[in-house]
């Protein structure tokens, strides 16, 4: 019988297997292994739930197994079960050393946790044992990302691909590696691969990074619909609307830390109306920072969820009563989808930082603008589009900026400069955006580009790509980190316009420049990432710096150039606004708001 039944599992027989292994269940004639193989055939049939059931029965029957240990280990892992998991693969281990599953799950662990020299060992480990597994490389690309060695990363990547050139985890997260270093000599070539990518069915790769590209809308409401589908498509509980005295709305983040969308979210939590509305906020993230303890105290409620798996973090929302949960996420670092797909409030929407469709039949509305999403748009998201009056952009409207100028390489500029700003992450530096500031750098006399310094690799590609360029070094000046947010703010004042980039807006980035009264020149482009400034500007009524081509973009920019009385007329009217409480204000934000969610309720 035996024999029989490990047949039938090589030749992937599976029904009559687990036939087989249940009448010897039912009989109870089963051993260990066969146990172990019943739950290898519930694993197959994604039944996790009775998987996890029988390995625990085939480690009652031999707690000496080491593979039930590790199996079981991996479904809790998959479960987000971290400290259950974690002991299985430790007591697996201790049974037998060579299991490289434990070893490479085990490093995943320690990674995730920050303990970095130990998921080393561990995939080092795993490698000893598989020399040649693709995926062990590209865990350790992935952990030298982390920690922000770059060649090492690079290098990894590399021997992934070299292993296995069509795994999508690694191509993506190649190419979000490039674009973090501005890899300007080999990005370009790398692009056309990622055309199309994951549109027919899911490829790998997380569709965030697929933002930085120039894609229509539709291939990305495809992208998301199956890598959703692939990964966290589950049932889930219907929920019944709920009948609570105060509407109860939910913010579910992992950054309520230092961290733009808790400085843009901030004012809008503190700002809700506590008669009509009672708030929740509910942490992913084991990190914790000073704004952590600021934020958590604008809730009316706070739950740290962050070490809970997917169905603990649901149950504990769903006790909450929820008629909202809000989605600061979507598919952004750190996001927790797997428990959004489970439901756990009647009305589920994303929201603010994830400017994109999710492709999920369980986020019910998208938060946005009718400057964002066009309505010849509108069908290529799968969430119903909400628009709020205005712009869909939020902003903390008692934020300061400091009054104390430190002496550094912003304070010292020629003051016949003409300061062009672009504090950007790298990832949105494009080929397109640097080389058109290039030609702004060349065509206008006396102007420098003020960049915020990124990490060394790109720094050393973008002065290469300058120099190739012939834009003198003296042209450009790095922002290092400030200490304080508010000191941040500051520096913007001492520029002259922010340069936009193109596909990926500076969403945060141009709300902050114009608080502190710089104004933003912008391209709007067709995709929802790429038409934020326009939104944000079009609301302060600033159209003028809005150009719908790159040549128009270019001639705004040398027009305010040869014109300074002009900037200084619209950092007046930022002034003005500011100072009449109508720019970016909070109060007004939150209501129009509120008016959405009651008007959904009813």
Known sequence: MKNNIYELIQNKEYETAERLLRELYIKNEIDYLQLHQLAFLNIIKLNNIEAIYFLKKSIEKNPNYSNSYSDLGSLYLKDNQIYLAKECFVKSLELNKNLFSSHNNLGLIYKNQREYKLAIKHFLSALKINPRNYLVFYNLAQLFELIEDYDKAKDFYIKTLNLNSSYGNAIVSFYNLLLKTFEWKIIHKYEPKLKNFGVKGFQGGDPLTFLYLEEENHVRKLRAINFFNFNFKREHIKIKTKNNKKLKIGYISNNFISHPVSFLISGVIKKHNREEFEIYGYSINIKKDQITDKISNLFDFYRDISFKSDDEAANIIRLDNLDFIIDLMGYSAGSRMGILSKKVAPTQISYLAYPSTTGSDQIDYLLADKHVIPESEIKNFTEEIINIPGTFMCFDDTTK???????????????????????????????????????????????????????????????????????????????????????????????????????????????????????????????????????????????????????????KVIFYSKNPSEIKNIKSKLSKLKKDGKLFNTKTFTKKLENVLKNIKR
């Open 401 to 555: 900026i400091s009054e104390k100028v430190s002496k550094n390489n912003f304070y010292n500029f020629n003051k016949q400069s003409f300061v062009m700003v672009a504090f950007h992450r790298p990832q949105k530096l494009n080929l397109k955006t640097v080389s058109c500031w290039c030609e702004l750098l060349n065509a206008i006399d006396h102007s420098c580009l003020w960049i915020r310094k990124p990490n060394k690799y790109a720094m050393r590609n973008l002065l290469e790509f300058f120099e190739l360029k012939q834009i003198e070094r003296s042209k450009i000046i790095f922002a290092e980190r400030e200490p304080t947010y508010e000191k941040h703010l500051l520096r913007y004042k001492f520029g002259d316009l922010l340069l936009d980039t193109f596909n990926y807006n500076g969403h945060t980035t141009t709300i902050e420049s114009l608080w502190s009264g710089l104004p933003v020149i912008t391209l709007q482009g067709k995709n929802f990432p790429s038409r934020v400034s326009a939104s944000i500007l079009k609301s302060i009524g600033l159209e003028d710096l809005i150009a719908y081509s790159i040549d128009e973009y270019k001639q």
